[in-house]
């Protein structure tokens, strides 16, 4: 198993995740976080602390984003790894509860 960062993390890209994972599994592109399932060690710690509930176990995503589970693996092989906390995008909070936004994914 692992965890999964699905559509809603598409820019809003919170960071709180990505400082309370041991295995430093996050990987960040413009305006999304993916999880590397091969360096995942199913631990959970990152899903309370995601403020848009984006991050799944990779069998309990939501119905329609099991697309985002070959995604992350594909996005995680060239994105750098993140560690640290970020300041969210000026307008996260926008779009907090817009959906449809694998349209506005940017590398």
Known sequence: MT?????RCIRCKYTDCVEVCPVDCFHEGGNFLV???DQCIDCALCVPECP????????RL???????????????RGWPVITRRKPPPADADEWRTVTDKLQ???P
């Open 52 to 59: 848009v509930e984006a991050i799944y176990a990779d069998d």
């Open 104 to 106: 506005y994914l940017e």
């Open 35 to 37: 999880i590397d399932p």
């Open 3 to 7: 965890y999964v960062v699905t559509e």
């Open 62 to 76: 939501p119905e329609g984003q099991e697309r985002f589970l070959d995604l992350n693996a594909a996005l995680a």
